[in-house]
């Protein structure tokens, strides 16, 4: 069975500085995807990131990056430059592998984000 | 791109009373939608998998003939909950699978969110 644990249930950071959000995931498969997801209390899950397990370089968008380290099971979230609008829970979730044919995802309990002005 | 819309926003209702959530991809197609319901401050629970033009796969402890899942188009999904108690108040979320090849392949993308109150 796949398993997401987020081990940080709230943590604050300062504006503009970089915070970096935990995600460890336990499958057997070779051939998984981690997705990150950003929840605002406006209540929508809003798609931030993507890693495939064999892709060769971390996966960035913007201010979010992806410290994948395969051999550890973790696909931690970078936040740099942190603003206030970055307040939100934010959810490490993993799909199913290819050829399941369900493609659901698996998520973590999830991070409460708070940035101090 | 990739926007998935849902209606309504947040409903009351009556104990009793049946209630349907529309979830709808705007500008792609989906043949698989999903249905999750969060309790608040937790994460999401899937209810359900939905596939266009075939019956929903529900997830174990999930009733039903309760939860009713329509899946009718490639751009419509409906969730009806029936006969709605107030233990089924909850936040409910659908997402929407994308068929484009992209650099994140089979991204869910996912709807504002439902907020049903039941009395």
């Known amino acids: 069975a796949q398993k997401i644990t987020q081990t940080q249930p709230g943590m604050f950071v300062q504006e503009k500085e970089a915070v970096t959000l935990d995600c460890t995931y336990d499958t057997s498969d070779p051939s998984y995807g981690l997705f990150w997801y950003k929840q605002p209390s406006s209540g929508e899950m809003i798609f931030l990131i993507y890693q495939g397990s064999y892709d060769q370089q971390n996966a960035t968008e913007g201010r979010y990056s992806l410290n994948f380290q395969k051999a550890r099971k973790s696909a931690n979230l970078v936040i740099s430059a942190s603003q206030l609008g970055d307040s939100a829970m934010y959810f490490c979730?993993?799909?199913?592998?290819?050829?399941?044919?369900?493609?659901?995802?698996?998520f973590g309990k999830g991070t409460k984000l708070s940035v101090i002005p | 791109g990739a926007v998935v819309s849902q209606h309504p926003s947040w409903v009351i209702c009556k104990s009793g009373t049946s209630v349907k959530i529309e979830c709808r991809s705007l500008d792609f197609q989906a043949t698989t939608m999903f249905w999750y319901r969060q309790f608040p401050k937790q994460s999401l629970m899937l209810m359900a998998t939905s596939n266009e033009g075939s019956k929903a796969t529900y997830e174990q402890g999930v009733e039903k003939d309760k939860f009713l899942i329509n899946h009718a188009s490639l751009t419509l999904s409906t969730l009806t909950v029936t006969s709605a108690h107030p233990e089924d108040s909850s936040f409910y979320i659908c997402s929407a699978r994308s068929l484009a090849v992209s650099r994140a392949p089979d991204t869910q993308y996912f709807g504002p969110g439902t907020r049903l109150t039941v009395l």
């Open positions: 979730a993993m799909r199913d592998p290819a050829g399941a044919g369900s493609y659901q995802l698996t």
